[in-house]
């Protein structure tokens, strides 16, 4: 054999392992099979993940890899995989480096030519849009929104435009200022699904136009209960004759600053054009 053959050979594999979102029937049998023959299993949560391990009745050696350490941690984990150590990483639920650890690690064992192999699975973000009724054909993942709310509509308005089906990952306490925020900046009438609890005894979908999520969120005595994913119908596409439209809302904006107040001018502007007013707004305030 050559000294290259003997190097990949005693070279462990670090297998990227999904892992259920609620349901612990959707793991599959060859990541229990991958689990159970790994060296060393690199955890986002060793308590978490523990009690995975112990229901299947595994006893592995736990590293914790997440957010804060990963650049530290992932040193000792590539020596271990050059000792010829298998490593399978896992993350709190569903598959790793989806809005979770596992970036640095990845690339830096690609870099150094060991093996990376997928066990997939479970993914909340594919879950929920096969099951949500809007076009999967395009579709951006845009992670988690920011927490404070000028920064969670900065974001927002960044997509207004996009013509992709958009999904969003957002925790249940500020889910209900997310959909305002959605509201505000979308409209009211865009069309939206969440996907609440995926594949846990309380799965629950809410769809319709944003102000009808809304109203059903704040009725339902478990809407702020879970995890959510968000999905937001993607916008009309632009024609050659919106382009122009486009051009007469400028004129329209540049008529109307010198004798308005901004906001007063995005006002009118949208109520004429249809427009967004929030878009219409930092329209405005980008020729004045």
Do not use: W
């Not at 190097?7 to 099979?33: F, H, M």
């Not at 006893?59 to 000792?83: C, F, M, T, V, Y």
């Not at 009438?189 to 609890?197: D, S, T, Y």
């Amino acid at each position: 054999m050559s000294e290259a053959g003997k190097k990949e050979q005693a070279q462990g594999v670090l297998y990227i392992v999904a892992t259920p979102i609620g349901n612990l029937d959707d793991l599959s049998s060859r990541a229990v099979s991958v689990l159970n023959g790994v060296d060393v299993v690199a955890a986002e949560d060793t308590r978490h993940s523990g009690r995975l391990l112990q229901h299947l009745g595994l006893h592995k050696r736990l590293i914790a890899l997440h957010d804060h350490n990963e650049r530290d941690r992932a040193g000792s984990l590539l020596q271990e995989l050059e000792a010829g150590r298998s490593v399978a990483l896992i993350s709190d639920a569903g598959t790793p480096l989806i809005s979770d650890p596992g970036y640095v690690l990845v690339r830096e064992a690609r870099s150094r030519g060991l093996k990376v192999s997928p066990i997939p699975g479970a993914c909340a973000l594919v879950a929920a849009l096969s099951a949500a009724g809007l076009p999967t054909d395009r579709f951006l993942f845009v992670g988690f929104l920011p927490a404070k709310r000028s920064g969670r509509r900065a974001a927002l308005e960044q997509q207004v435009r996009e013509t992709a089906t958009l999904v969003f990952y957002e925790s249940p306490h500020r889910i209900l200022d997310a959909v305002s925020d959605i509201a505000a900046v979308f409209g009211e009438e865009r069309e939206i699904v969440l996907g609440r609890e995926l594949t846990k005894t309380f799965e629950t979908f809410y769809s319709g136009s944003v102000a009808e999520v809304l109203a059903t969120l704040e009725a339902d005595p478990h809407g702020t209960k879970g995890e959510f994913v968000v999905m937001i119908h993607g916008a009309e596409p632009v024609t050659s004759d919106d382009d122009a439209g486009a051009l007469d809302v400028d004129r329209l904006l540049k008529l109307l600053l010198p004798e308005l107040p901004v906001k007063k001018v995005a006002k009118l502007v949208a109520e004429l054009s249809g427009r967004p007013k929030n878009e219409l707004y930092q329209r405005a305030l980008e020729l004045k």
